[in-house]
Every structure is written in C-alpha cells, then in structure tokens.
T-cell receptor, first 118, second 111 residues
C-alpha cells in the first residue's frame, strides 16, 4: 500500500513551452500533496503544499504563476511548469500524505520526474 | 519545525550493521520521527517511523531515547544496494502541514 506515481518520468522540452507533471496516489486518498524540486547532489526543496479543492500554498521564492498546481481530486495533483527555461531543468518529486492506523500522517513519495529544458 | 542534524557521509562494509544518528534538539511533543532512503534519480522511500523507544520493521530499527532529542536508524547486515542517501525528518503533519528535508547522510557500502 501507499503507492504514489508520477507521469511522465522524464520530459525534454523547448524553452518557452509548458510542461505538466501528474502525481497520483494509487491506493489511498490524499487530502494533502507536496511538490519538491531537487538539484544534483542536493536535498529536496519544498516548492508548495497542495490541498484538495483549495489553492496551493507556495514556499518563499517559488513563483506561483510559473509553477501552477491543481489538486482537483483526492488522488491527483498536477504541477505545470509554464514558459519553461533551462534553469527550470531539475528533478521534480511529489508526495502524498497518508494517515496511519495510529493517526499519524506519513508522506509517501513518487518516483520523480526529470525535466530537461533545452 | 524541528531542525535535524545528521552526519554528511558514512562508509561501511557489506554484512556490517550500520547506525545513523540524527539530532533533533527542538523536537516538539507531537512530532514523529521518520526516516527515508533515496537512490539517485528516484523519489525518497519510506523506511521507518517512530515516536519513542524502539520501532522495528522488516528493513530497519529505529531507536529513540527518552528525551527524544535524537534518534538512531539501524540497518542490519547492509549490502551494496544499501548505498544511498538517508534522511531523518521530524514533524507533525497536518499540524505543521509540511516537512523540510535536511541534507541527509550519504551512506557508502564497500565490498
């Protein structure tokens, strides 16, 4: 249980185009999903917190108009990188929170999406 | 959010037990401790989670002293495939509503 998928796993696009990344919780419902970005040899950096049915909460320094997040259902959140530039090339990872039997919520992560902007 | 401190890197040999300690001096009453494993170009994988004392599952054990200001992830009889980055996280979703990753510990297993 607690499987999170991402699609696509890898994408190459031209500068100026938009790219959409999907994050799905396959066997549980997640009211909260998170989007991270990770550069080589660095830790994960939280970009935004996505709550089902409401606007996402962005971390300081993350442009909400550039990184559009839609959490339309309890199993799907999407991240759209608009007008992508080479500096947006990175590894994007989502996670979804699942409540355990003891009441504690745990984050489960997707496999990540490698974005390369040419 | 409790800040965590881990060793930047560790080396060990196949078949050995590896213990990675994480300090979290500012842990709050409601905070749980969670450890993740990450391989290159993959998302972090949940290893184990605990609140106090000892937790054990099929892959690892987690030791938490009474003051909860630190925790130790124990990996029994490591193999080459355990080479990865290990992250210790402390927090209480949904109260905190997010968890911040530290730098993690890069574990290198040698043959």
């Amino acid at each position: 249980g607690a499987v999170v998928s991402q699609h696509p796993s890898r994408v190459i696009c031209k500068s100026g185009t938009s790219v959409k990344i999907e994050c799905r919780s396959l066997d549980f419902q997640a009211t909260t999903m998170f989007w991270y970005r990770q550069f080589p040899k660095q830790s994960l950096m939280l970009m935004a917190t996505s709550n089902e049915g409401s606007k996402a909460t962005y971390e300081q320094g993350v442009e909400k108009d550039k990184f559009l997040i839609n959490h339309a259902s309890l199993t799907l959140s999407t991240l759209t990188v608009t007008s992508a530039h080479p500096e947006d090339s990175s590894f994007y990872i989502c996670s979804a929170s699942r409540t355990s039997g003891g009441g504690q919520e745990t984050q489960y992560f997707g496999p990540g999406t490698r974005l390369l902007v040419l | 959010l409790a800040k965590t401190t881990q060793p930047i890197s560790m080396d060990s040999y196949e078949g050995q037990e590896v213990n990675i300690t994480c300090s979290h001096n500012n842990i709050a009453t409601n905070d749980y401790i969670t450890w993740y494993q990450q391989f290159p170009s993959q998302g972090p994988r949940f290893i184990i989670q605990g609140y106090k004392t000892k937790v054990t599952n099929e892959v690892a054990s987690l030791f938490i002293p009474a003051d909860r200001k630190s925790s130790t992830l124990s990996l029994p009889r490591v193999s080459l495939s355990d080479t990865a980055v290990y992250y210790c996280l402390v927090g209480d979703i949904p109260r905190d509503d997010k968890i911040i990753f530290g730098k993690g510990t890069r574990l290198h297993i040698l043959p």
